[in-house]
């Protein structure tokens, strides 16, 4: 048992004979995650569990359901097993499509008794069929009639971990880097442990440990041994490491002239490198690659393709069974026509040319991580190369650790997009593989976690890590089940709490759409930390760099034209849906100014003009988190004390600074438009110089 299972053991007993008599919730502070193991009663018998396999992963198991303290009175026999088990071979079971990674969890008779079953391929399988079952009876599940069988649809469910060296987590809110890189590999902080069950218990299997803003020290000796002390961690977990690599290693740390991917000394270099790597931690993932994109160096500086730098990286890590994830994120240093075009314009004529162990990771939008952006064009575009979706559970855009902005309704909303390009083709089918049948697809999230108490900086962010794994493995779950999942487990399972908790958590993402970024409008943040509004920033030394490049407001509309007039960046979609987009009539209203600049006079579906839509949408965000407040006010009594508090305290924050963003961009755009409010709306708190006044020169997460 880790040290955080033996610290908490007979404090969680405590504490559940205490609500058993009391009623009432006692004091957390977040720690636990959604493995609070807190319901029902204790047992009054030792629960029988056999594990047939001396593997790090099935002991990790039978612990985990040892310390759960889920089970009733009559606590069944557990047996985990795999396929290849004489018992479990004689049932007959259909456990071949399970896979690798998939579990079935059910009652069968063994001998002369009746023994719960949790078997799979491989001991990984027989772990996440565990914690299935963890979950199951954690959401209010019956113990005497379980039947789950799953298997993951997605290969590689990977966090991205954007920590630095020195400790600090860029766009992260929720405290410094959990990796203690100054004490490893000596000292294995319980934490690692604890991060790694959290994962194994939404399936995510592999994490990337350093920024891909990467340094090249990361691919020293020293470096690699402290990953490979976390590799020894999570390894029992079912998870891999992988790292970020500076494409200019060669030249920092091998002393080469060139990092020129055809280069044969650069080639060279790299297998040694990987080679070296691999002796330290025989199942590393392989690399994860940002290149020729804000500053960072790659094949391009050398007059070289995305495909060459990828598939020279992929022929060092192949022979090791390793791959290479090349992100399309290619903001370069030349300013686009548009922004949103860049990487389809690099990536798509390379279609077919990336070697096979190579995965292209696209982010949701062709932006940049957005509250809202139309999926990105490249979903569908790339048919014969497998594209891994990067979704940022870490809420840059949306408010960082304060706001409460549940993440599964836009994972859910991208993942359901149509393409357009094949019949029924949806992002989610493009990166599960099922259209094309590529074998290697993936999932990748930018992760939220630091090394705060609460691990996320809130409890309602923890919401989101758990939506992206529980999504990573099945693309197809709903936002609403995966919230009531995580509500039942994070606080308890009672309709009386999960309703209402959902409720709030469903439609607070919309609210910060609302609030922030309506009717299609990005990036009108503050420049830099991303912090507050600034639609009125116009100096920087790159347009781009400007929001007013992406709003593009004056006198007569507003809004980016993306159609033939404009930038024809929805030529890059299918030409189904580019059709669809070239008139402001058939465009969906959410996107609206995304793809069109738009009178402000303009009839909406409502019947109100654009600007009183606009208004409308502001009024609206605010009055959303208004309604979080009341509904977490009333839940009080039910919540233990420092969450509820924790909580409250935030979304006072969250409805301060909406109320900001709707005033501060009222008052911009009225100076742009000159018209006025519509009757009965209420004017901005202060003029437009008090809201281009406020400066935040500290705001944390911002890369200095």
């Avoid at 697809?441 to 794994?469: C, E, H, K, L, P």
């Avoid at 920087?540 to 709003?551: A, F, G, I, Q, T």
């Avoid at 007039?565 to 100014?593: F, H, M």
Wanted: a neutral charge; proline letters at 6%.
């Amino acid at each position: 048992m880790t040290a955080f299972g033996r610290s908490i053991g007979k404090f969680a007993l405590l504490c559940a004979a205490i609500i058993g008599l009391t009623g009432r919730a006692h004091a957390e502070d977040g720690y636990d995650l959604w493995l609070r193991y807190r319901t029902p009663a204790t047992t009054s018998r030792a629960l029988k569990i056999e594990a047939r396999g001396d593997t790090p992963t099935f002991r990790v198991a039978a612990e985990e359901l040892r310390r759960s303290n889920l089970f009733a009175t009559k606590a069944p026999t557990i047996l985990l097993a795999t396929a290849t088990d004489r018992d479990v071979a004689a049932l007959h079971l259909p456990l071949a499509a399970l896979g690798d990674e998939g579990y079935r969890v059910g009652y069968v008779t063994l001998g002369n008794g009746r023994t719960l079953l949790v078997t799979a391929n491989t001991d990984r399988g027989v772990l996440y069929g565990s914690f299935a079952l963890l979950r199951h009876l954690q959401t209010g599940g019956s113990l005497d009639r379980i039947d789950l069988t799953s298997t993951p649809r997605v290969k590689l469910r990977v966090l991205n971990h954007w920590d630095n060296l020195d400790g600090v987590v860029e766009r992260g809110y929720a405290g410094a880097s959990l990796w203690d890189w100054w004490t490893l590999p000596d000292f294995r902080d319980p934490r690692y442990t604890d991060y790694a069950r959290a994962n194994a218990s939404i399936g995510i299997n592999g994490t990337v440990l350093n920024n891909v803003n990467a340094k090249a020290d990361s691919l020293t000796a020293p470096y690699i041994a402290k990953a490979a002390a976390l590799a020894d961690v999570f390894r029992p977990y079912g998870i891999k490491v992988y790292l970020s690599a500076r494409f200019s290693a060669p030249i920092e740390l091998g002393g080469l002239k060139t990092a020129d991917p055809l280069d044969p000394q650069v080639a060279a270099w790299w297998k040694a490198k990987t080679d070296e790597i691999y002796r330290s931690i025989p199942d590393f993932g392989g690399f994860l690659v940002k290149a020729n994109s804000e500053g960072q160096p790659g094949p391009r500086d050398y007059h070289r393709s995305h495909a060459d730098g990828a598939n020279m990286l992929a022929a060092a890590v192949a022979p090791h069974g390793g791959i290479v994830m090349w992100r399309a994120f290619v903001y370069a240093e030349t300013d686009p026509e548009d922004r949103a075009k860049q990487a389809y314009t690099e990536f798509k004529p390379l279609d077919g040319t990336f070697a096979k162990n190579v995965i292209v990771q696209v982010k949701n939008g062709a932006i940049d991580f957005q509250p809202r952006e139309p999926f990105h064009p490249l979903f569908g575009a790339m048919p014969k190369t497998p594209l891994m979706i990067e979704f940022q559970i870490t809420k840059e855009y949306l408010g960082f650790a304060t706001h409460l902005a549940y993440l599964g309704p836009m994972f859910a909303e991208t993942l359901g997009s149509e393409t357009m390009q094949t019949p029924g083709e949806t992002v989610a089918k493009v990166v599960d593989g099922s259209v094309e049948h590529h074998t290697l697809t993936g999932m990748a999230g930018v992760a939220n976690i630091g090394r705060d108490r609460d691990w996320a900086g809130s409890t309602f962010n923890q919401a989101n890590w758990y939506a992206f794994g529980r999504m990573a493995w099945d693309p197809t779950l709903g936002a609403a089940p995966v919230a009531r999942e995580w509500a039942a487990m994070t606080f308890a399972p009672s309709p009386k709490i999960v309703d209402p908790v959902v409720a709030m958590m469903m439609g607070s993402r919309e609210a910060v759409v609302d609030y922030m970024t309506p009717l299609g409008l990005a990036h009108v943040m503050a420049t830099g930390h991303h912090y507050g509004p600034g639609p009125w920033v116009a100096n920087l030394k790159r347009p781009e760099w400007n929001p007013v490049y992406y709003h593009r407001a004056d006198k007569a509309g507003i809004g980016f034209d993306r159609t033939k007039t404009g930038s024809d960046a929805i030529a890059q979609y299918s030409p189904a849906l580019a059709r669809q987009l070239a008139n402001p009539a058939t465009t969906p209203e959410r996107d609206l100014l995304w793809f069109h600049h738009v009178a402000w006079d303009r009839r909406m579906a409502s019947g109100r003009t654009l600007w009183a839509e606009l208004v409308g949408d502001y009024d609206q965000g605010v009055g959303y988190v208004a309604s979080m407040r009341r509904q977490w006010d009333a839940l009080k009594p039910s919540i233990d004390s420092a969450r509820w508090a924790k909580t409250a305290t935030y979304l006072a924050v969250q409805q301060r600074e909406a109320q900001w963003w709707r005033d501060a961009s009222l008052a911009y755009w009225m100076s742009v438009n000159g018209l006025p409010l519509p009757a009965g709306t209420a004017a901005p708190a202060h003029d437009l110089a008090w809201y281009k006044a406020q400066h935040f020169p500290y705001a944390p997460g911002n890369p200095q």
